[in-house]
């Protein structure tokens, strides 16, 4: 009974912070915008409803739409929740999205293959690509002691420049305009889910699938729990007998595996060719995404969704009112403050529900053993 | 000066804590003004509670305490400080990158021109109480620098400029070399006859023989005196610090032993503070047995348990585990072998409090083939796992996934019991295993003890509870100072009063009699 | 390449782009080390730069003073720092994703805020003019000694602000009762506790200082080193900062050489991408790459004197 109270609390918590989140962005809105009642429409149902003359229905490519743009979050929350839950604040995953986009383009350049294994293969390369550099902060972490969090954030801007060296030097397509490589074969592309310009690729389909794997791997299996627990305890993982060292390099490796997947999906899905010019920004949003899943896989395409969702409507309400769209980093952060705030809302409520909780087991051992004598 | 004035009195003292546990009961504690006064008792006798009482850092459920022939209510360290009172703890509170001036000044910083430290006059300050209490510092080195004795200088010297009048100091020697602990004593006799009070928390004999007037004894949270030191013997101390009100009684089968399974050979540690807490200890454990571990804790119980679990590695000697080396090895190598540990410190190694009954349950089994379809977990099997132990262990609780936080200490250690006895252990290391747990669960632990024993286990036992270590033992030996001072193949024969002498080190043994334990040949 | 690149590094020209480059990261810096004394870890810091570069163009556009705009972008840095320190102190959302919150308002929230304020998007470009820059200072005599004049004289006053904080700040550190407090809080926060000291002021002050430092960086930014705020200005300052800072082995004057050597860095790539035949991007990475070298021989280093301390200790067991 006390176990969804608890539960209850927990929820009712990130409720109110998103909804203080949204509070903070609806203040903005009003203090900058000319219509302000307009763009939280545009905000708040836009990205689904469409209105024309006054009767509003159901838009489905908008839909679409938001479930492309979920592709690669969904791949970058993943990997964030893996490296995560071993308390390690690895923040690569930006850099590593890029390199695999690039990767993967490559091999769907100039790897030549006539089946629609042509994808696959582009994808696995960027996938391994990703994993193999992620072993750099890891290692350090492990043998050295090295921060984490700084070694991944000077990583992330190796990936860029690199990248873009390789781009610009050895690797574009002087034929046109802006700098991009030449397009990709046709079998490496990866098809459309829907018709419609929504950009709905199977990819989406690959990255549910993952969902269910990472969720089957971080909760089903020996090496997801080994993750868990060193995250939860070290010193009690390391005298329970596990291998602490190897197992953090592991769950960082992943990351970086989940992250090139995503960005070689993303790169093969939605363009012909690889034209990034700068970080993408996908590894801040699954670190987000993260946070709102708690960590847990299977929370990860719903907090992908929402994320997804706010950031249409923010789109929305930059082209059809004056608000700017980068409105979403507004609302993120604010999703960010409240939502991983331990003491929000918690204050003397928690620790009630604790006591009680002790006082009762308390009770009926007591009683246990008064009966037993 | 008046010698005999009382100035601290402490009168019908209760402290009763949340879970139950009363840490004094009705202590009556008075101390002169002038002298030098000793608090003594074992672990867990109730001093340190009483003197953080004293200190400010707790607060009596029931009594009162009179400072100066005035009652006070001591509520935080600021007002026993205001009252005179400093306290030197057990471990230092002191910053290491900053000078000793520095750390003595901290909070009441001398300034000039406004806005800068005047550490010209900091150094002045520390240099004159310094001389005039002859605690020799070197108030320019920084703190991480400097020895440990030096270290308390320090302390000693914070509290004095703080106005203190009443120094109570808390285990003082225990990180002490015998050289500075010889010069700690001048300079408190020195302090002594300047008239300050200082009150000595220590359970070491010989040095309370040394430099007290008078000593206060307690045991069990309750006073069994105060005596003139000069006229009680050094037994007689013993007999009153060391003894149980009631025996207790645990049903068991006589042991029948049979193999060596732990060998342990000349294990020395020196730790980082020089002290020399393991000497050559040499000892052996065979199937079949309980062998006690003995002993006032700090005489290397916890340095020896960390060795056998890899925990620590010994600057010499050798251990193993059925003929294989467990030095320095890797915990999961060490499991391995059959050894399991219940850890004194079961918050950090024992559990994962935010992680699930299960799943602490099967921290060390979860790679089994059992318990995996290829690289799936087989969730029938764990559950199944979890709820045998559960249901075999007793644990009380709402189910397996409930979080293990939430339960109370007993069915904590319930959680660790069943995992460590369950994985079929050859050698079971339990450390402490019934500290600070209710009742219920404190004789369910013994039982299944001596239920493992009795199958063909080895177990060591290190407790510092007395009658668990004389009456659930078969054997024990007793530590004190680093080495063995004594082996009883036979616990069932042992009276309180021998094992207070040889735990107080009022004896010890001959080689050849500690020898036995070894059972070579 | 090589010749015309040594020529231009040798020039007083190049010494002084260092210098002035150096200047912003510094400043980060200093603030990365402030909070790690107390005990923070601030990595806000490169969204306290954003907001606080766009608060100082604002500011001084409205006063039509340079002063109140340099003093408006400190002022909004404190706020920040607050902030931080509000959440992660009082409501516990741990210190690294309150920085990664204040860096996401940072990157995108300004260009908001602008649009919000001034009606503009992206930069600032209109606001601008030369009246409400900082303004540079040449100094007397030193200006006329030949070479060294031209490296030292004609920066601009928060140049000479940046390396005069290191001065300030070890000062502060190492002098102060309050730097003093800071200290012992950050390592062992029970001493601190145990004689008054109020662990949480500290905190929040050393945070506020932190913030303090990093809006004068995004001061220097905004008003003097572009001329104008954009949305793309900050450029990773703030990270590369803590990474001087790691370096730094946390002390003023360390810090200071390693926000030097990734100034030089920047310089370097700034001169070489001008030239024939020589990626910049490849150049680019140079202070990312010797950040993680650094680290590593600085972890590196700190292993081996462990395992020399436990070597010496079995050494003297072995003699007794």
Same mark, same amino acid.
């Given at each position: 009974?006390?176990?969804?109270?608890?539960?209850?609390?927990?929820?009712? &918590?990130?409720?109110?912070?998103?909804?203080?989140?949204?509070?903070?962005?609806?203040?903005?809105?009003?203090?900058?915008?000319?219509?302000?009642?307009?763009?939280?429409?545009?905000?708040?149902?836009?990205?689904?409803?469409?209105?024309?003359?006054?009767?509003?229905?159901?838009?489905?490519?908008?839909?679409?739409?938001?479930?492309?743009?979920?592709?690669?979050?969904?791949?970058?929350?993943?990997? /964030?929740?893996?490296?995560?839950?071993?308390?390690?604040?690895?923040?690569?995953?930006?850099?590593?999205?890029?390199?695999?986009?690039?990767?993967?383009?490559?091999?769907?350049?100039?790897?030549?293959?006539?089946?629609?294994?042509?994808?696959?293969?582009?994808?696995?390369?960027? !996938?391994?690509?990703?994993?193999?550099?992620?072993?750099?902060?890891?290692?350090?972490?492990?043998?050295?002691?090295?921060?984490?969090?700084?070694?991944?954030?000077?990583?992330?801007?190796?990936?860029?420049?690199?990248?873009?060296?390789?781009?610009?030097?050895?690797?574009?397509?002087?034929?046109?305009?802006? *700098? #991009?490589?030449?397009?990709?074969?046709?079998?490496?592309?990866?098809?459309?889910?829907?018709?419609?310009?929504?950009? $709905?690729? @199977?990819?989406?389909?690959?990255?549910?699938?993952?969902?269910?794997?990472?969720?089957?791997?971080?909760?089903?299996?020996?090496?997801?729990?080994?993750?868990?627990?060193?995250?939860?305890?070290?010193?009690?993982?390391?005298?329970?007998?596990?291998?602490?060292?190897? *197992?953090?390099?592991?769950?960082?490796?992943?990351?970086?595996?989940?992250?090139?997947?995503?960005?070689?999906?993303?790169? $093969?899905?939605?363009?012909?060719?690889?034209?990034?010019?700068?970080?993408?920004?996908?590894?801040?949003?699954?670190?987000?995404? !993260?946070?709102?899943?708690?960590?847990?896989?299977?929370?990860?395409?719903?907090?992908?969704?929402?994320?997804?969702?706010?950031?249409?409507?923010?789109?929305?309400?930059?082209?059809?009112?004056?608000?700017?769209?980068?409105?979403?980093?507004?609302?993120?952060?604010?999703?960010?403050?409240?939502?991983?705030?331990?003491?929000?809302?918690? =204050?003397?409520? #928690?620790?009630?529900?604790?006591?009680?909780?002790?006082?009762?087991?308390?009770?009926?051992?007591?009683?246990?053993?008064? =009966? !037993?004598? | 000066?008046?010698?005999?004035? *009382?100035?601290?009195?402490?009168?019908?003292?209760?402290?009763?804590?949340?879970?139950?546990?009363?840490?004094? #009961?009705?202590?009556?504690?008075?101390?002169?003004?002038?002298?030098?006064?000793?608090?003594?008792?074992?672990?867990?006798?109730?001093?340190?509670?009483?003197?953080?009482?004293?200190?400010?850092?707790?607060?009596?459920?029931?009594?009162?305490?009179?400072?100066?022939?005035?009652?006070?209510?001591?509520?935080?360290?600021?007002?026993?400080?205001?009252?005179?009172?400093?306290?030197? %703890?057990?471990?230092?509170?002191?910053?290491?990158?900053?000078?000793?001036?520095?750390?003595?000044?901290?909070?009441?910083?001398?300034?000039?021109?406004?806005?800068?430290?005047?550490?010209?006059?900091?150094?002045?300050?520390?240099?004159?109480?310094? +001389?005039?209490?002859?605690?020799?510092?070197?108030?320019?080195?920084?703190?991480?620098?400097?020895?440990?004795?030096?270290?308390?200088?320090?302390?000693?010297?914070?509290?004095?400029?703080?106005?203190?009048?009443?120094?109570?100091?808390?285990?003082?020697?225990?990180?002490?070399?015998?050289?500075?602990?010889?010069?700690?004593?001048?300079?408190?006799?020195?302090?002594?006859?300047?008239?300050?009070?200082?009150?000595?928390?220590?359970?070491?004999?010989?040095?309370?023989?040394?430099?007290?007037?008078?000593?206060?004894?307690?045991?069990?949270?309750?006073?069994?005196?105060?005596?003139?030191?000069?006229?009680?013997?050094?037994?007689?101390?013993?007999?009153?610090?060391?003894? &149980?009100?009631?025996?207790?009684?645990?049903?068991?089968?006589?042991?029948?032993? *049979?193999?060596?399974?732990?060998?342990?050979?000349?294990?020395?540690?020196?730790?980082?503070?020089?002290? &020399?807490?393991?000497?050559?200890?040499?000892?052996?454990?065979?199937?079949?047995?309980?062998?006690?571990?003995?002993?006032?804790?700090?005489?290397?119980?916890?340095?020896?348990?960390?060795?056998?679990?890899?925990?620590?590695?010994?600057?010499?000697?050798?251990?193993?585990?059925?003929?294989?080396?467990?030095?320095?090895?890797?915990?999961?190598?060490?499991?391995?072998?059959?050894?399991? $540990?219940?850890?004194?410190?079961?918050?950090?190694?024992?559990?994962?409090?935010?992680?699930?009954?299960?799943?602490?349950?099967?921290?060390?089994?979860?790679?089994?083939?059992?318990?995996?379809?290829?690289?799936?977990?087989?969730?029938?099997?764990?559950?199944?796992?979890?709820?045998?132990?559960?249901?075999?262990?007793?644990?009380?609780?709402?189910?397996?996934?409930?979080?293990?936080?939430?339960?109370?200490? =007993?069915?904590?250690?319930?959680?660790?019991?069943?995992?460590?006895?369950?994985?079929?252990?050859?050698?079971?290391?339990?450390?402490?295993?019934?500290?600070?747990?209710?009742?219920?669960?404190?004789?369910?632990?013994?039982?299944?003890?001596?239920?493992?024993?009795?199958?063909?286990?080895?177990?060591?036992?290190?407790?510092?509870?007395?009658? +668990?270590?004389?009456?659930?033992?078969?054997?024990?030996?007793?530590?004190?100072?680093?080495?063995?001072?004594?082996?009883?193949?036979?616990?069932?024969?042992?009276?309180?009063?021998?094992?207070?002498?040889?735990?107080?080190?009022?004896?010890?043994?001959?080689?050849?009699?500690?020898?036995?334990?070894? %059972?070579?040949? | 390449?090589?010749?015309?690149?040594?020529?231009?590094?040798?020039?007083?020209?190049?010494?002084?782009?260092?210098?002035?480059?150096?200047?912003?990261?510094?400043?980060?810096?200093?603030?990365?080390?402030?909070?790690?004394?107390?005990?923070?870890?601030?990595?806000?810091?490169?969204?306290?730069?954003?907001?606080?570069?766009?608060?100082?163009?604002?500011?001084?556009?409205?006063? #039509?003073?340079? $002063?109140?705009? /340099?003093?408006?972008?400190?002022?909004?840095?404190?706020?920040?720092?607050?902030?931080?320190?509000?959440?992660?102190?009082?409501?516990?959302?741990?210190?690294?994703?309150?920085?990664?919150? /204040?860096?996401?308002?940072?990157?995108?929230?300004?260009?908001?805020?602008?649009?919000?304020?001034? =009606?503009?998007?992206?930069?600032?470009?209109?606001?601008?003019?030369?009246?409400?820059?900082?303004?540079?200072?040449?100094?007397?005599?030193?200006?006329?000694?030949?070479?060294?004049?031209?490296?030292?004289?004609?920066?601009?006053?928060?140049?000479?602000?940046?390396?005069?904080?290191?001065?300030?700040? @070890?000062?502060?550190?190492?002098?102060?009762?309050?730097?003093?407090?800071?200290?012992?809080?950050? +390592?062992?926060?029970?001493?601190?506790?145990?004689?008054?000291?109020?662990?949480?002021?500290?905190?929040?002050?050393?945070?506020?200082?932190?913030?303090?430092?990093?809006?004068?960086?995004?001061?220097?930014?905004?008003?003097?080193?572009?001329?104008? @705020?954009?949305?793309?200005?900050?450029?990773?300052?703030?990270?590369?900062?803590?990474?001087?800072?790691?370096?730094?082995?946390?002390?003023?004057?360390?810090?200071?050489?390693?926000?030097?050597?990734?100034?030089?860095?920047?310089?370097?790539?700034?001169?070489?991408?001008?030239?024939?035949?020589?990626?910049?991007?490849?150049?680019?990475?140079?202070?990312?790459?010797?950040?993680?070298?650094?680290?590593?021989?600085?972890?590196?280093?700190?292993?081996?004197?462990?395992?020399?301390?436990?070597?010496?200790?079995?050494?003297?067991?072995?003699?007794?």
């Amino acid at each position: 009974m006390k176990g969804k109270r608890m539960l209850m609390f927990e929820l009712v &918590r990130g409720a109110a912070a998103i909804a203080l989140a949204l509070a903070v962005g609806t203040i903005f809105i009003f203090l900058s915008s000319d219509e302000p009642l307009n763009a939280l429409r545009y905000l708040l149902i836009g990205p689904l409803v469409s209105l024309k003359n006054g009767v509003a229905s159901f838009n489905t490519q908008g839909l679409y739409t938001i479930l492309a743009a979920m592709i690669p979050t969904i791949f970058t929350g993943l990997a /964030v929740c893996v490296m995560f839950s071993s308390n390690q604040f690895n923040l690569a995953g930006e850099g590593i999205v890029m390199v695999g986009g690039f990767v993967a383009a490559l091999c769907g350049i100039y790897v030549h293959m006539n089946t629609g294994w042509h994808a696959v293969f582009c994808v696995l390369v960027a !996938a391994i690509v990703g994993g193999i550099i992620m072993l750099i902060p890891a290692l350090l972490k492990v043998k050295l002691g090295a921060s984490e969090m700084v070694t991944s954030l000077m990583l992330n801007y190796i990936c860029m420049y690199v990248v873009l060296h390789f781009l610009n030097y050895n690797f574009a397509d002087r034929s046109k305009g802006s *700098t #991009q490589t030449y397009a990709f074969d046709a079998t490496a592309k990866i098809p459309s889910l829907v018709s419609g310009g929504s950009k $709905l690729t @199977w990819g989406f389909v690959v990255a549910l699938v993952f969902v269910v794997i990472v969720g089957l791997f971080m909760y089903r299996t020996r090496w997801g729990y080994a993750i868990r627990m060193i995250g939860i305890n070290q010193a009690f993982s390391k005298y329970s007998g596990m291998k602490v060292g190897g *197992t953090i390099v592991l769950s960082q490796v992943i990351g970086g595996v989940l992250s090139g997947m995503g960005g070689g999906i993303e790169v $093969l899905g939605r363009y012909s060719t690889f034209l990034w010019k700068e970080l993408p920004g996908y590894g801040w949003t699954g670190i987000t995404i !993260a946070i709102l899943a708690k960590n847990n896989p299977l929370l990860v395409p719903l907090a992908a969704f929402f994320i997804a969702y706010l950031n249409k409507g923010c789109q929305l309400m930059a082209t059809y009112c004056d608000v700017p769209s980068e409105m979403i980093d507004i609302i993120q952060a604010a999703i960010f403050l409240f939502f991983a705030a331990e003491q929000f809302l918690s =204050g003397y409520r #928690q620790k009630i529900v604790v006591k009680n909780t002790r006082a009762d087991l308390a009770k009926e051992s007591a009683g246990l053993e008064g =009966g !037993a004598k | 000066m008046e010698q005999n004035e *009382t100035i601290v009195q402490m009168k019908g003292i209760t402290k009763v804590y949340p879970n139950g546990i009363a840490a004094n #009961q009705e202590v009556d504690f008075s101390v002169r003004r002038g002298e030098i006064h000793a608090l003594m008792g074992e672990n867990g006798a109730g001093k340190s509670t009483l003197m953080k009482m004293l200190f400010g850092l707790e607060q009596p459920t029931e009594g009162e305490i009179i400072i100066n022939g005035e009652k006070v209510q001591l509520t935080s360290p600021t007002v026993a400080i205001a009252h005179g009172i400093g306290m030197v %703890h057990q471990h230092f509170m002191l910053v290491p990158s900053l000078t000793v001036a520095e750390n003595i000044v901290l909070g009441m910083v001398p300034k000039k021109s406004g806005m800068l430290i005047d550490y010209k006059k900091a150094l002045e300050i520390t240099k004159e109480y310094s +001389e005039k209490f002859n605690l020799a510092v070197n108030p320019d080195a920084k703190v991480m620098d400097i020895p440990v004795g030096m270290k308390q200088k320090v302390e000693i010297l914070k509290a004095l400029i703080r106005g203190a009048k009443i120094l109570i100091l808390d285990e003082p020697t225990a990180v002490l070399t015998t050289q500075e602990t010889t010069e700690l004593f001048k300079e408190l006799i020195h302090l002594k006859e300047q008239g300050y009070t200082i009150i000595f928390i220590s359970h070491k004999l010989n040095e309370i023989k040394q430099i007290t007037d008078r000593l206060t004894i307690m045991r069990g949270g309750k006073t069994m005196g105060v005596f003139e030191t000069a006229s009680i013997t050094e037994q007689e101390i013993s007999r009153l610090m060391v003894g &149980r009100d009631v025996v207790l009684d645990v049903e068991k089968d006589a042991p029948h032993p *049979t193999d060596v399974v732990l060998r342990v050979q000349g294990l020395r540690y020196t730790n980082e503070w020089n002290k &020399r807490m393991l000497d050559g200890i040499s000892f052996a454990v065979r199937k079949g047995e309980i062998l006690g571990v003995a002993g006032v804790e700090g005489n290397g119980q916890r340095e020896l348990v960390d060795m056998l679990f890899g925990l620590n590695t010994p600057d010499e000697g050798a251990a193993s585990v059925d003929g294989e080396d467990i030095v320095g090895k890797p915990q999961y190598r060490i499991r391995r072998l059959g050894v399991s $540990l219940v850890p004194e410190d079961r918050m950090t190694y024992g559990i994962a409090e935010g992680a699930s009954i299960e799943e602490n349950v099967i921290s060390d089994r979860f790679t089994e083939k059992r318990f995996n379809h290829g690289p799936l977990f087989n969730m029938k099997a764990i559950h199944a796992e979890s709820d045998r132990l559960i249901s075999d262990y007793t644990v009380l609780c709402k189910s397996r996934r409930q979080k293990v936080k939430m339960l109370s200490g =007993g069915n904590i250690q319930k959680v660790v019991v069943a995992r460590e006895f369950s994985s079929d252990p050859t050698l079971i290391i339990a450390d402490q295993p019934t500290r600070g747990i209710d009742v219920g669960a404190t004789e369910f632990i013994r039982k299944k003890l001596v239920d493992l024993s009795r199958a063909g286990a080895a177990v060591l036992l290190v407790s510092a509870d007395l009658n +668990e270590v004389m009456e659930l033992s078969d054997s024990l030996i007793v530590l004190y100072g680093g080495k063995i001072a004594a082996y009883f193949e036979d616990t069932s024969e042992l009276d309180d009063v021998v094992m207070g002498e040889y735990m107080l080190g009022l004896k010890r043994q001959s080689d050849e009699e500690i020898g036995r334990v070894c %059972h070579e040949g | 390449m090589w010749g015309q690149l040594l020529d231009t590094i040798f020039k007083a020209e190049f010494l002084f782009s260092v210098i002035r480059i150096t200047a912003p990261i510094l400043f980060a810096a200093l603030g990365a080390l402030i909070a790690e004394k107390a005990g923070v870890i601030n990595i806000g810091l490169e969204g306290i730069m954003m907001i606080s570069a766009l608060f100082g163009v604002l500011f001084s556009y409205w006063t #039509q003073s340079w $002063l109140i705009g /340099v003093v408006g972008a400190l002022i909004v840095g404190v706020l920040l720092g607050l902030l931080m320190g509000f959440f992660s102190l009082k409501l516990k959302t741990d210190i690294i994703l309150a920085g990664i919150a /204040v860096n996401m308002m940072g990157s995108g929230g300004t260009i908001f805020l602008l649009y919000m304020f001034t =009606g503009m998007r992206g930069n600032t470009g209109a606001l601008v003019s030369p009246n409400i820059l900082i303004p540079t200072v040449n100094i007397p005599l030193i200006q006329d000694i030949p070479i060294v004049g031209e490296i030292l004289s004609g920066h601009s006053v928060l140049t000479y602000v940046a390396f005069l904080a290191v001065y300030l700040i @070890w000062v502060l550190l190492y002098k102060t009762p309050l730097g003093l407090n800071i200290r012992a809080v950050g +390592e062992n926060p029970n001493a601190a506790s145990s004689v008054g000291v109020s662990v949480l002021k500290m905190k929040y002050i050393a945070i506020a200082i932190s913030g303090a430092l990093a809006g004068l960086g995004g001061a220097f930014m905004s008003m003097y080193y572009s001329q104008g @705020w954009n949305s793309g200005m900050v450029a990773g300052r703030g990270f590369i900062a803590l990474a001087a800072e790691a370096m730094g082995r946390c002390e003023p004057v360390g810090t200071m050489l390693s926000s030097l050597l990734f100034g030089l860095a920047q310089a370097l790539r700034t001169k070489v991408s001008g030239l024939q035949g020589v990626s910049s991007y490849l150049v680019s990475v140079i202070p990312y790459v010797v950040t993680i070298l650094g680290l590593v021989i600085y972890a590196a280093s700190t292993l081996k004197k462990v395992k020399k301390h436990r070597a010496k200790k079995a050494q003297l067991e072995v003699q007794k």
